[in-house]
């Protein structure tokens, strides 16, 4: 029977764990509803949100975070991510660790 080395060492290497799939924050997307005003800036809502907040935005400026919508549209609902809304201002819901 050959000679069998075993390593009864207290520090064995750990090789890290890759974490897998993608974080619940970037996976979510919120609803904002606009709507153009008479002077032609846009009223932006958090729909379902935990304040009132209305967000107004320069045309220019609307552009940027929605390049979809159409010139002569009025209204519309936008899906955009965590960062994006946290962008524009809108205050969304944090967690609360309970110890």
């Known amino acids: 029977m050959p000679f069998i080395v075993y390593d009864f060492s207290e520090e064995i ?3 890290p764990r ?3 799939g993608t974080s ?6 919120f609803e904002v509803g606009w709507r153009k005003t008479v002077v032609g800036w846009v009223n932006l809502r ?3 949100g935990i304040d009132r907040t209305v967000v107004n935005l320069a045309p220019h400026h609307f552009i940027d975070f929605v390049p979809e919508a159409m010139s002569d549209a009025v209204s519309g609902v936008v899906y955009l991510s965590a960062d994006q809304v946290e962008e524009l201002g809108f205050t969304l819901v944090r967690e609360e660790v309970i110890a």
């Open 13 to 15: 290497p750990v090789k």
């Open 18 to 20: 890759r974490k897998r």
């Open 24 to 29: 619940v924050r970037d996976a979510l997307t």
């Open 46 to 48: 958090l729909i379902d």
